[in-house]
């Protein structure tokens, strides 16, 4: 059997398949109440446990916020964990004796929307979350890109304008420092939630900033497609949820470009597995490295 394990700030998420992919069962619990490492392995552990029945589980992925060290399995200092330099896949594999991949999230949520959501009809296909952050996942000739050293897909690093603000990152005028939930709720004083909320209601002031964030988008897409032709961005993260907010202004912005060819124009999709998106990711990375 394979396990995909989602491990977000807020959840945990275990899901358990066949070595086909089928899965068969799925649980989560609060990031909170496992308060160290060694409590997330434990608990996802047994719950593998519990349900694998008869069979052995071979393969595990956890998919986990950047920046991991996917060579050596090891999560470095998440933003959202207060968790650093912790030897994952090795714990993991220690506790269930099964061979255990760490992956980075977000190319786990592009290798799921692939496989099973919304990209399934392509062969090259960008995926990206925009929320708190901006993360990303390439798909290239029907396989996931992860680079030199496993770091591919950092879309929320690309820099938009040189002269732009300091992001967290330390560059400046990063896409993320412009359109991420955290920079938007910084901008208006109001949480993203809210500021997408009243825009939806028609409050002006809270329309442009969203346009203006999904223009920002917009642009990234115009240099994403100039530098990898892809068939299809699919787009997923809180913000999608307010689609048709961003989705006219992402795709006139895309369009506008003189030259990108209508022949050569990506598709522009809202993802469509939601928070599952990396727990089904996770399992697919698991069967592709059994
Ligand atoms: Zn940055």
Redesign the pocket.
């Known amino acids: 059997m394979l396990a995909g394990i989602d491990l977000g700030g807020t959840q945990v998420r275990v899901a358990l398949a066949r070595s086909d992919g089928r899965l068969v069962a799925s649980v989560k619990t609060r990031t909170h109440l496992l308060a160290t490492p060694q409590d997330m392995v434990d608990w996802a552990a047994a719950e593998i446990d519990r349900h694998r029945g008869r069979e052995k589980v071979r393969s595990i992925t956890i998919a986990a916020p950047g920046p991991i060290d996917v060579k050596r399995g090891v999560l470095v200092n998440p933003p959202n964990l207060p968790w650093q330099n912790v030897p994952l896949a090795a714990m993991m594999s220690s506790a269930t004796g099964a061979r255990v991949q760490l992956a980075n999230d977000a190319d786990m949520a592009g290798l799921g929307e692939f496989h099973h959501g919304a990209g399934r009809s392509t062969r090259n296909m960008v995926y990206i979350t925009w929320s708190t952050g901006v993360g990303g996942g390439l798909i290239i000739d029907g396989k996931l890109h992860r680079g030199g050293h496993g770091t591919a897909g ?1 879309i ?4 938009i304008d040189p002269n732009g603000p300091l ?5 400046r005028g ?4 412009f359109v991420s939930g955290t920079a938007l709720a910084r901008e208006t004083g109001k949480p993203a939630a809210e500021l997408f909320a009243i825009a939806a209601r028609g409050d002006q002031h809270a329309r442009a900033v969203v346009e203006k964030a999904a223009r920002y988008m917009g642009i990234a897409l115009i240099s994403l497609t100039n530098a990898l032709d892809p068939e299809m961005f699919v787009i997923g993260g809180g913000v999608s949820r307010s689609w048709a907010l961003v989705q006219p202004t992402m795709l006139a912005t895309l369009r506008s470009s003189p030259f990108i060819k209508p022949a050569r124009r990506p598709s522009l999709r809202r993802a469509r597995l939601g928070d599952r998106a990396g727990q089904v990711g996770a399992v697919e990375w698991a069967r592709i490295n059994q």
């Open positions: 950092e929320g690093h690309m820099i992001d967290n990152c330390g560059q990063c896409l993320e420092a």
